[in-house]
């Protein structure tokens, strides 16, 4: 997606998209964002992973110089303007990595900032501290795919060393930035690291909403065995002592998509899932950001989503 | 209430069809619905054994439930003929394959059957980008001759107009009027339609990220197979179905992807519209067949575009689609005997056949997660 003219490294398809359509934030998923709003979801094509299970392998794994003709060829400003048409409240990329296409995304955040609406990301959180820097101006809200811990998952399913990099970045980016984070679990594989992950993000901040996924086996792993719903949930039973925000999706009907409230268990927000980016938003039990039943607050970005949105770069 | 279980491999969840919340729904039915889905894992859209879990699943339900009707819809030759670029005898392959699973299935539970294709599919020659305009064009990735057209501006008509590839622009009062659509049906309606040639595609925002190799084709007829009956149009095939049932047990075969041209049983055309519209492969299609009476209006949103310009009223039916309500006066709904259904297309067979039992694959944009049987009657005596 980079090329090296006249010395310097240049976007090689500018302003082309892969995707442009408006989705519910909670089909992204973004729980704890902006609920029940509509966003315009958008992605680019390629991808610095190589994930054995890619659900996208069509965008990501594709060479994109022979795509090109199938893009959308759309400016921020048109871009912006089609959010608005479809009264969507924020941008989300969430087809592949931003990381590929910065100078693009950073275009688009200005005329996106203008017009006030937040732009959000899912990322692999693998990159540069520069890198994450950028990002951090372009989004205030992000989904880091933390897939893994061990080396040789790592190694194996996504084809890196080791995920240094992207621990560093969600520290960072949790710092001041809305962060929820997803795993997809594929057992035998990374069920493992559960423990692991859960002792990082409760150190981070111990209210980061966890998507954990049932991975779908598809791309390299179309035939594999589909995990087993009833074995995570047991091995996340000690996590969910640990960790307010977790949920565990990516099937249809999931039973565990709604937001207790830490303090009294109260159901907050209730979901319903249909699965591979389905999620909905059920209801909302209460006003704001407090538990109807207690008053705890719960974490979410919400309110009008121009001052969060500002009050996010202070 | 209808119950709703989902099988998501290994894992099932029981739910009111209407509100989305669980319920414990327990009995013979719920059982033995259960025990289907369980022994039939849905293998995928693309997969070789598609149309073969079809034909099992639909087996294993008649032997298990003994109806006097039956739905079956066939759709693997659809998506892989959709996505797939193929040779000449690959096609002719798959089609033969397709047609196979048919006579198995016929052979098996010796079913009378009317089998109905929805359509011919040819090559993509191109598409039609609708996404630089001042106003907003709207279709479904899976429609190829319709996208919806809201708040133009005089420059977009006259680029609309203009364009090789759009056949015509039809005002809103002329799809109503081609309905007979009253006043809240109207609402539903775009501004506009938008109609393209032959081979073209619309694109507009919500464009899918895969390519397709073949688009539905002009199909004002397509092909039906009703031995004893002549059936001028999709809207007869109610009539034929409650005819057969006088006498015999009857299935209704909807294949996905074939039309006149790749029909390999006798057949005669079947008129699928009315005047300059015809319907795409889709809820309104199904709806159409199922209740004698053309729907459009009802879901015109299945037929190519939908516009999300305010708050959705309602959470029901979150298992559905976009429907909102069960459909009234559809053939499973209104048929006094044992009825099922079975399908590979998408999510929709519970509501368009209105059969009391279905079972249909739950794959969202091809992403297979499992499947979903409906109860919507079990007061039915054997």
Redesign the interface.
Known sequence: MYAVSEGAIKERFPHRW?????SRLESIPFYHAYPGS?C?AI?TLSCNFRCKYC??A??AKEDPAIQQE?L?N?SPR?LVN?AK???CSSIVFN?NEPTVSIPSLMDLAEEAKASGLPMGCLTNGYMTVESTELLASIFSFFNISLKGISFHFNKTYIGINFTKPVLRNIRRLARDRHVEVTTPIIEGANDGDIDTIVDFLSEVDREIPWHVF?L?P?DEMTGDK?P???AIDAALKSARKRLPYIYFHN???S?WVDTLCPACGTVVIER?S?????D????LNGEGKLCPTCGHGIKLLTGTIRDDFNGARQ | MSTAI?D????Q?T?DLRT?D?VKAAGALVEMVGGVLQRHPYPGDMDPGSNRWVTDTGLDLIGRYNPRLVFLTYAAQYFSGRYTPMTKEDRAKMMADAFLEVERFLSISGFSAIVVGMGDMIPLSGFIDA??LDG?AVCTHWSARYAGLY?PSDEDMKILRGHPHIQKIVHRDEVVRLFDGSAQEASQVPEYLMLAREGYAF?T???A???PARIPAFNFDVPLHAPGHSIQAITGIFGALEQGLATRNMALIVLEGVGLHDFLWSHSPCRNGTEWYYYEPGEAQYLTITTGEHRFLDYPTGSGYKY???KEST?DY??SGLFKSIPEGTFGRIFPGRSIAVGNKSMFMHMVAGADLSVEC?S??M????T?AVIHREDKPR
Not at chain 2, 367 to 370: D, I
């Open positions: 892969s995707s442009c359509g408006a509509r315009l992605g659900s996208n069509f965008v199938l959308y759309l048109e089609m048409k479809l009264n087809v049932r779908l598809e589909y087993d719903i009833r099937f249809v009907g039973e319903f249909l699965g591979c980016g389905g909905k938003l059920k209801r | 989902v998501a491999r290994g894992w969840n739910f989305g669980e996404t630089a907003l708040g694109k925002t919500a464009g990220m895969r390519t999300l310009d305010k959470t979150p298992l739950f969202r944009n992403h297979n997660q499992g979903m």
